[in-house]
């Protein structure tokens, strides 16, 4: 790991910025369920039926149905020491660093995250069909809710599938573009345009490094491979850049 983190800070150098996108499986040792692995949720639900424009059209009460367990999951499960790696890592570079999820949960922000673009949305929101006013929402979503400012139906605050996805208009693109160090922690690397973030900073000639239990369609792309829970290898990871960065303080 101290190669790994040497070779991190030598990329970033001085003023780099870094930037890092986080899936699924950095809130798996949370007891946040992924999609695509063994067990995910993508074998238990057809995505064309609970997140799509489409279904919600067809079957809007399936669709509350499905968030609306997910968002009470939610408020069991805890942040992992993956989620509190970040935050640290988020000190060490204070605004040279953003974190993009395309976590829907906030599990980031309870750690203690504080620049974080969710992408692909929020649980935790919903969102006016008729006026698109978005509102925090902790409990259930039911049809017989209104907006406040319209009476139009709300809907979850989520991106699903066909739809673009937030912040890709400006700021993904202005933390990914020139950035020194991006890591791509916990994702399948299968889902676009979040999955061709790498290229992106590859291309740009920044460090692309990976953080996962297994290679992934698009591991390729990542210079740098760090196999293993995101849980351990995050904590471990910090624990050497901070060793480098700031060795007075390192016992
Ligand atoms: P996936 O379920 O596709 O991939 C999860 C990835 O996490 C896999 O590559 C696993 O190997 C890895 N993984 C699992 N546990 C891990 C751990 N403890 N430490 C490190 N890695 C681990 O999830 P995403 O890539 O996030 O979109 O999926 C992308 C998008 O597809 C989601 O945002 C969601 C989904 O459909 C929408 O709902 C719009």
């Known amino acids: 790991m101290k190669d790994a983190a040497r070779r991190i800070i030598d990329a970033i150098g001085e003023g780099g910025r870094v930037a890092v996108m986080t899936g699924a499986g950095s809130s798996a040792e949370s007891g946040v369920r992924t999609f695509r692995d063994r067990g995910g949720l993508w074998e238990d639900y057809s995505l064309e039926e609970v997140a799509t424009s489409e ?37 060490l570079f204070g605004d040279r660093f953003a974190l993009i999820t395309q976590h829907v949960d906030d599990l980031h922000e309870r750690a203690g995250s ?70 791509s922690i916990g994702t399948s690397g299968t889902v676009y345009p979040a999955a061709g973030l790498a290229s992106m900073v590859s291309l740009g000639g920044g460090l692309c490094v990976e953080i996962n239990l297994e290679t992934t369609p698009g591991s390729g792309i990542f210079e740098l491979q760090i196999e293993g829970k995101a849980g351990e290898r995050l904590p471990a990871l910090l624990d050497e850049l901070e060793a480098l960065l700031k060795p007075e303080e390192a016992v």
């Open 114 to 183: 504080r620049r974080v673009f969710h992408m692909h949305g929020e649980l935790y929101k919903a969102r006016c069909v008729e006026c698109s006013d978005v509102v925090e929402w902790m409990g259930d979503i039911s049809l017989d809710d209104g907006c406040r400012s319209c009476s139009g139906s709300m809907r979850p605050h989520i991106v699903w599938f066909g739809e673009v996805p937030f912040f890709m208009e400006e700021e993904i693109p202005d933390v990914c573009d020139g950035c020194a160090v991006f890591f």
């Open 55 to 91: 279904a919600f059209a067809t079957n809007p009460s399936r669709v509350h149905e499905f968030y609306n367990t997910r968002r009470a999951h939610l408020a069991t499960v805890q942040p992992n020491d993956g989620h509190r790696a970040l935050v640290r890592l988020e000190s």
